[in-house]
């Protein structure tokens, strides 16, 4: 049964399954509680309880910490419900219920669209959709743009292994353009290309510059 003090006892597993470390997983914590303790009341004292406070069957899961553990493993994971369910011991209508609670404080801090709304969603092309999508306090004044190699097996074709043969790398590679606001929120991820391939010719034929600000500083 995966619960945060075990978990938080295993940094790497952590990241992997939250997308956060342990400090960045407490810190955000801490910024929600007082959030959280003011929606459990809200819905404790809403005119139309009619249980007395304290009546009815105990919460299955009645902690922040695991709450948010179980919305951001969903988030980062993106697995059934009744996956969560097996995995955090609790029934589905629970897990709905926390997922459902835990979002809305998460909003104003994170791009969080919904999983389930991706498939088929129509992509960014415009600075428009781009501004759109993200929260009103970020800006894009300034963009860090940069290429990344991810080693694959050789390639049994000889104009293959040609165009992934990476001269930095000394291996076969496949690169990928990542473009990052100041504070590291990532705005753009461009397909895989040969490794062979320039970073700045990867640039020019990405959206990116397309869909960013005319204003903005770029970093490369």
Request: no cysteine; aromatic share 8%.
């Given at each position: ?51 007395r ?6 919460y ?19 697995p ?11 029934d ?35 600075l ?22 991810q ?14 043969h ?14 990052t ?40």
């Open positions: 049964m995966m619960r945060y003090h075990a978990l938080h006892k295993r940094p790497k597993h952590f990241l992997a399954f939250t997308g956060l470390t342990t400090q960045e997983y407490d810190h955000l914590m801490s910024a929600l509680r007082s959030d959280w303790i003011s929606q459990r009341i809200q819905r404790l004292t809403r005119p139309d309880r009619k249980r406070i304290g009546g009815g069957r105990k299955a899961m009645p902690d922040l910490e695991d709450q948010l553990l179980l919305t951001l493993v969903w988030t980062k994971v993106y059934s419900y009744l996956f969560l369910e097996y995995l955090f011991g609790i589905e209508s629970t897990v709905s219920r926390v997922i459902g609670s835990i979002k809305p404080l998460l909003q104003d801090r994170f791009v969080l669209p919904d999983p389930r709304k991706q498939k088929g969603r129509k992509k960014i092309t415009t428009e959709e781009l501004k759109a999508f993200l929260p009103p306090d970020i800006d894009l004044d300034d963009i860090l743009v940069d290429g990344t190699e080693a694959i097996p050789r390639p049994e074709k000889k104009r293959k292994r040609t165009a992934h990476s001269g930095k790398k000394k291996r076969f590679t496949v690169k990928t353009q990542i473009a606001t100041r504070n590291g929120l990532i705005v753009h991820v461009s397909k895989p290309i040969p490794g062979r391939t320039h970073d700045y010719k990867l640039f020019k034929a990405s959206i990116l510059p397309k869909i960013i600000p005319k204003e903005s500083r770029l970093y490369g």
